[in-house]
């Protein structure tokens, strides 16, 4: 293999990569809050989710910005 086709070889290769990571990072910002609009991380705990409505929205209900700890 010559080393410019190594080279183009390379540069698709991370193209490829940094795509599929930003997919993978889309992926992962999936829990949102519904009033505020702001993203968190999918590992993010429902902890977590409770102590943004307690300190953003401390007149909204922890289900009323995270429907998905409703059970
Ligand atoms: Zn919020």
New binding site residues.
């Given amino acids: 293999m010559c080393l410019i086709s190594w080279l183009v070889f390379c540069l698709i290769f991370s193209f490829f990569f940094a795509g599929s990571q930003l997919e993978a990072n889309k992926k992962a910002m999936n829990i949102q809050?519904?009033?505020?609009?702001?993203t968190f991380i999918c590992t993010t705990s429902e902890v977590k989710c409770r102590e943004?409505?307690e300190a953003?929205?401390p007149k909204a209900d922890v289900y009323t910005?995270f429907p998905h700890l409703k059970k």
Avoid: G
């Fill in positions: 809050c519904k009033v505020c609009m702001q943004h409505a953003k929205h910005c």
